[in-house]
Each structure stands twice: as structure tokens, then as C-alpha cells.
């Protein structure tokens, strides 16, 4: 037996035999044709083209209808290369004057223009050489007519073990005999990572050379929760995970009959239960969870991997297609996040590199010294307003002086009065709130509270600078810990805070998805829990478990609590009423 | 033969995105499309090839444009231009 660690991509858990992808090793000879030839081979080249631009077209449609039209841009650009002269016309000469193979004179074009790629000095260009090798990989398959789907081999429901995946490949991975796949380079967030989610398909991805270790047929534990693989496990292990595996299906059909039930404790006390989202990803069945509107709209995603900040128009019908998923439940919208962990490059001028970044400029603080980037995002977002039958609202993130609250404030009511005047007029009056993430927020939140409409605890960040530890940081990654007593009495103090003066706190870090926490949250009086989508139902039915009044109990207690043992002891100890 | 010195307006220069609009629009017409920056010329129908360019904001480059639709192409090559440095 042996236990492969990597990173979750998509959750699940997979048990099936492996079904290895061999890496493509092919040493392609360089063979001269005879000049008779090289018409028909010419001919040949062609066809390839043809029938590559044929499979182009049709991913483009499976990706647009599974992922959005975001996403089939990056096959749009395929096609566009397919199309290139510098490519395309290049083969053909070397083809035509050289009397080289078509297969040859592609490996040679294809070497003479990823070279040129690399010498470039920005990284993002040359990262362009990959959408090169997909292209060239794909005319090959033509040439050669070698692949005609490397999946069809596929005899019994299997688990795919390949060392990459291209997103081209991972489409073709929706068949019946495929229950999941391990790959040894990617993360999280790839693309291939992204599509295994929407397909609802176990993965477990950066598994270094495990598919050196894999032989066809060994059997295959894939843990897409844990990120782990199991190979050849021992019965005991085996018969573990058989059992895991009926619960989680079990778990997630009884999930489902809750959908329509209220969000309410077992004494009545009702929690709304808002949904975290990130607009790059459009999963048909968040829509069917009843949640009470939108928490944290990620806009920063829309910035990421890409040399210009979307414009207003872009956003703004992302923006409207995401509000209207909601009807007439409120969607708050977050201004763009960036900096920080968030690193990316949207040609702001030369940027010193911070030594420090999550103490830098990120968040309120990147759109002030921007304020292009903040007019632009506020008026797609007040344009979204007049549109949609829902209240719009606007977070601010990284707050730590009331004094940036007046300044988008200002930018807010110029904004409206510019479009009101055209008349665009937001359908319902635009409420502003502060993320509370930092802990000059909080500890000054009476300054806070009387320029905003709604405040959101930012949990994450929170707990980084209050314990300051970078989460990133695996020298200190393990200090990073929500039960700190100061992370407890922090969160009372800003909820009270709030409560006394009548304004609505959510909390949508991660902590309101630990379903350990939620007790403790509810018992604080928490109006809102904005949860990943991931996470909805199950919190959802563990807050339908609780008791209010015994939630209120257990966070007086641990707010009293002088170390994390304590409370973390207490949380777990915690019995939920039907249990 | 139609030419014409455009100066790269944008922050951002001529990256993907643009490379992508501007290699399709030049894909519609018939007549010969280059594009010079610093004596290297490229095929204005090649999205790699006007990435390679690398035109930043502030640089110049000639298009030149030959054939029977020349006109037309440079009239909608100015129109895709400008339209490129209105995007911030």
C-alpha cells in the first residue's frame, strides 16, 4: 500500500482500478518525401487543420455550456493560432520547399516559435507557448490519427492516472467509465481542477511522479476531499473508505430534502444563509440551493491572469447575469480584493514589490491609489443596479480608517448623480458596507458604524493580523488558528458592536463555513452567514439541528475561555439536538 | 499600398487580447496586412505574431496594408485600434 499526498481539486471519493494515460513520447523522425509527394502531403497537412479546427469548434460549444463563455475564449484563441500564417504557412513552405514531412516540419515550426515565445520578457507572454503545445498536439493527433479518444480504451469504470491533463482532455473525460483522475502537476485552481468541479468529478491533483508509481489495473483509492490517493490499500483501508463513500452519497441525498426548509434553529431562531461567489465559475447547481441572497461576490477573480482590468461594460454584464441567478434577493458585491495573496499584474505603472504585501497595498487601498480602477467597478455596479430587481450592495474590503469609507462614499454619490441624470437609476437605494477585517476596524468600529449600511467580519484576514501569522507561510502556517480567545472576543465585540446600533453583520470567511463554529456564531447573534457554496447544505443542516438558547450558553462560555484548547474542546463536545 | 503610423496609446500596449481582435478583423480581408515595429514585421492575420511584437504604450509601428480590399482594412484596423486604447 502505498499513500500519495496532493492537492484537492474536486471532492469525492473515487475507488476503481487505474487506468494509466501514457505521456506522449513520440520522437518524430525527420523523413524527407519525395517531391511527387508533396502535393499529397501538403493534403494531408491540410486535413489535419480542418479536422482540428472541426474539434476546436466543437469544445468551444461543450465548454461554453458547461463553464460559461469566459472560459471558451481560451479555445477561441486556439483557433486563432490554428489559424496563423506564422504557423500554419510556415509548415506548408517547409513542407513544399524542403520536402519534409508534415508531421517533421510542425515539430520544427512548433520549436522555432515556442523558442521565440520564451526569449519574450513578460511572463504571461510566454506562458502563451502552452496554448501553442495544446494546438500542436491537437494537429499530431490529426496527422498521425493516432488519438481517436486515448479514453475509448477505457474497458471498466476506471480512475484516469495521467502526469497532465490538458482541459481539452478533461472534457472527454465525462463518460460513464471514468469515476475520476490524478495528475501530477496542476492546482487548485487550473483550469482542469475547474472543469473536474463542474463535472462533479472526484480529482486529486500536484501528486509529483505518482504516475511513475501507478500500474495499469492497481486499484486506486482517490480521495478528492483529502487530496490523497491510495495505491493497492490494504482491506482494512479499503473497506473504510467503501463505507465513507456510501455516507457521503447518503449525506448528500438527505442534504437535498432540506433545500426547502427554513434556515432556523429547532427553538425558531432564524440565521439568513447567504452564498459566497465566485463569478469565474457558473455551477448550475448552486442555483437550486434556497439560499437568502449573495454575501461576497469575488470580483477580483475578473482581474486575474489577464494584462488589462476588465472594463465597465464587461463587468457590468457579469454583474447583471450574476444578480439576476438571485431575483429579489439582495447581492452584495465586493470591490475588487487585489493585492495581497492575490498578486496580479494589470500593467498599474511599475509597482515595487512589496516586501510585504498582505501589509500593503491591497483592497481600498489599491483602488484609492487607482481610482480609475474603483470609478470604473462602481459604475458597472450602479449600472447593474438600475437593472435588477434585487438591492444591490457594495462591500469595501480592507478597511482600517473610517476616512476610506467616505472616500468611496464621495466616488458612490458622483456616480449616481452622473447616471441618474441619464436616467439610470438604481432600482433600489445602493447600501455600502465595510469588510471588518482588520483590527484597527474593529476596534474602532464606532467610528465605522455610522458611514455604513452593513458591516461583514472578514475572518480569514482577521485572523492572520490579529495572531499575525501569514496563512501562506508554512513556517508559521499551524499558528493560524479561529479558536484563538482573541479571535472569539473579536468577533463578540464586533457583533455587539453592531447589534447596538441597529446595522445588519454577516460573517463570510471561511469560519462560517466550519460547521464546528456555527454554534458559537449563532449563539453570538449573528444575523447572516455567507457560506461557500460547497459547504451550503451542510451548514445549513447543522444549524437546524441547534438550540438557540443552549448556543448562547456555549458562547458565553468559551467567551470566557483563556485558550484555544478550551474552546476547541467545548465546540466539540458541543451535542447538536437530534443527536 | 496604404500605410499608416499608429502610435500605441494604451497603458498596456498591444497584448493577448488585443492581438486576438486585431488578428481576427485583419482575417476578414483579402489584401496583405503587415505590421513594422522596429524593423521587424510581422503578418497582421498572425495573433502569435503581433504578440511577439511586444508593443508597449508610447511605441510606434507602420501598418502596411496591399490588395484589392486595402481601404477597407485599414479603415476597420483604425476603428479596432482606436477602440483598443478607449478600454482604459
Known sequence: ?579 | MLKETIEIKNRLGIHARPAATIAQEACKYSSDIFIIKDGMEVNAKSIMGIMMLAAEQGSSIELCINGRDEENALCALRGVFSKIFEEE
Not at chain 1, 502556517?477 to 465585540?493: G, Q, S
Open chain 1, 1 to 579: 500500500m502505498i499513500i500519495v499526498k496532493g492537492i484537492s481539486a474536486s471532492p469525492g471519493i473515487a475507488i476503481g482500478p487505474a487506468y494509466i494515460v501514457k505521456p506522449d513520447n513520440t520522437v518524430i523522425e525527420k523523413r524527407r518525401i519525395p517531391s511527387t509527394n508533396t502535393v499529397w502531403e501538403l493534403r494531408r497537412f491540410e486535413e489535419a487543420v480542418e479536422k482540428s479546427m472541426a474539434d476546436l469548434d466543437a469544445s468551444e460549444a461543450q465548454v461554453k455550456s458547461l463553464l460559461g463563455s469566459k472560459y471558451s475564449k481560451v479555445i477561441n484563441a486556439h483557433k486563432l493560432i490554428l489559424k496563423d500564417p506564422l504557423l500554419i504557412s510556415a509548415v506548408k513552405n517547409k513542407i513544399t520547399n524542403e520536402q519534409l514531412s508534415a508531421e517533421y516540419a510542425l515539430s520544427v515550426c512548433v520549436k522555432e516559435i515556442t523558442s521565440r515565445f520564451e526569449n519574450l520578457k513578460e511572463e504571461l507572454f510566454r506562458e502563451r507557448k502552452y496554448d501553442l503545445a495544446d494546438v500542436a498536439k491537437r494537429l499530431f493527433e490529426n496527422l498521425t490519427k493516432k488519438k481517436q479518444n486515448k479514453f475509448s480504451a477505457i474497458k471498466e469504470p476506471s480512475i484516469i492516472i495521467a502526469h497532465n491533463l490538458f482541459p481539452s482532455d478533461t472534457i472527454n473525460l465525462k463518460s460513464k467509465n471514468v469515476l475520476g483522475f490524478a495528475t501530477d502537476i496542476g492546482g487548485k485552481t487550473s483550469h482542469t481542477a475547474i472543469l473536474a468541479q463542474s463535472m462533479q468529478m472526484p480529482a486529486v491533483v500536484g501528486l509529483s511522479d505518482a504516475s511513475l508509481q501507478i500500474r495499469d489495473g492497481d486499484l486506486i483509492i482517490l480521495d478528492g476531499e483529502t487530496g490523497v490517493i491510495i495505491i493497492n490499500p490494504e482491506p482494512k483501508i479499503l473497506q473504510d473508505y467503501k463505507k465513507e463513500q456510501i455516507k457521503i452519497s447518503e449525506a448528500e441525498q438527505s442534504l437535498k430534502n432540506i433545500s426547502s426548509l427554513p434556515n432556523e434553529t429547532v427553538d425558531g431562531h432564524k440565521v439568513a444563509l447567504y452564498i459566497n461567489y465566485d463569478p469565474r465559475r457558473d455551477v448550475k447547481a448552486w442555483d437550486s440551493f434556497q439560499s437568502d441572497g449573495l454575501g461576497l461576490l469575488r470580483t477580483e477573480f475578473i482581474y486575474m491572469d489577464r494584462f488589462d482590468p476588465p472594463g465597465e461594460e464587461e463587468q457590468y454584464q457579469i454583474y447583471k447575469k450574476t444578480a439576476q441567478k438571485f431575483g429579489k434577493r439582495p447581492v452584495t458585491i465586493r470591490l475588487a480584493d487585489l493585492g495581497g495573496d492575490k498578486i496580479t499584474q494589470l500593467g498599474l505603472g511599475r509597482r515595487e514589490k512589496e516586501s510585504n504585501p498582505f501589509m500593503g497595498c491591497r483592497g481600498i487601498r489599491l483602488f484609492l491609489k487607482y481610482p480609475e480602477l474603483m470609478f470604473t467597478q462602481i459604475k458597472a455596479i450602479v449600472r447593474t443596479s438600475a437593472e435588477v430587481d434585487c438591492p444591490v450592495k457594495i462591500m469595501i474590503p480592507m478597511v482600517s480608517y473610517a476616512e476610506e469609507i467616505r472616500e468611496v462614499k464621495k466616488v458612490l454619490k458622483e456616480i449616481v448623480r452622473e447616471f441618474s441624470s441619464n436616467g439610470i437609476i438604481p432600482r433600489h437605494p445602493l447600501e455600502l458596507g465595510a469588510m471588518i477585517e482588520v483590527p484597527s476596524a474593529a476596534l474602532s468600529l464606532d467610528g465605522i458604524l455610522p458611514e455604513v449600511d452593513f458591516v461583514s467580519i472578514g475572518t480569514n484576514d482577521l485572523i492572520q493580523y490579529l495572531i499575525a501569522v501569514d496563512r501562506v507561510n508554512q513556517e508559521v502556517a499551524d499558528l493560524y488558528d479561529p479558536y484563538h480567545p482573541a479571535v472569539l472576543r473579536t468577533i463578540n465585540f464586533i457583533i455587539q458592536g453592531c447589534r447596538k446600533k441597529g446595522k445588519p453583520v454577516s460573517i463570510c470567511g471561511e469560519m462560517a463555513s466550519d460547521p464546528e463554529m456555527i454554534p458559537f456564531l449563532v449563539g453570538l447573534g449573528i444575523d447572516i452567514l455567507s457560506l461557500s457554496p460547497r459547504m451550503f447544505l451542510r451548514i445549513k443542516s447543522v444549524l437546524r439541528k441547534l438550540n438557540f438558547k443552549d448556543c448562547a450558553n456555549l458562547a458565553q462560555a468559551a467567551l470566557l475561555m483563556t485558550s484555544s484548547e478550551e474552546i476547541e474542546n467545548l465546540t466539540d463536545n458541543f451535542p447538536l439536538s437530534s443527536d
